[in-house]
């Protein structure tokens, strides 16, 4: 439950900035990347939580569509946007972030800058090539997330499942 609260924060926070809305679109499609490619080829919880960052930003843009323009049907959009995402939370829940803290603990130690040194050996290539996508993050946001993300699962050697 604390993830979503967590997203949640995060697109409302984005949202909150006065930026273009491209930007926040250019975030949201980043992120979503992100957990995608942090995630294992079949990890639903990648899946589940990039659909409840889609939906937490379509709830943030009917919270201001209302807002705006208060009408009967843009409050029923929210209220149905918003019985989506607690539909939603049991597939989040069984995220497992239990390890990550460890693993990027053990990072911070001479064995584990070790292992990082042998994770960007065995994976150079792709982090290469991961790298070249990131450089042009302008052209495609979700390829930059994801690439990044895949870049962090190679060299920390966490993967979300």
Known sequence: MWKLVFLAALVIGSSSIEVESSNSMNMKNFTVGFLAGVGNSSSTCSASM?????????????ISLDIKSPNLQEVINTLNDLQTLVNNIPSVKKCDFSSLNESLMSLFTLKGLDQLVQNYLNNGEQIFSDYNTILKCNTNYYNCGFSSGNAFKLLSGWILN
């Not at 990039?50 to 009917?62: R, S």
Request: aromatic content about 8%; overall charge neutral; charged content about 15%.
């Open 50 to 62: 990039g659909n409840a960052i889609n939906i937490i930003y379509k709830i943030v843009g009917d």
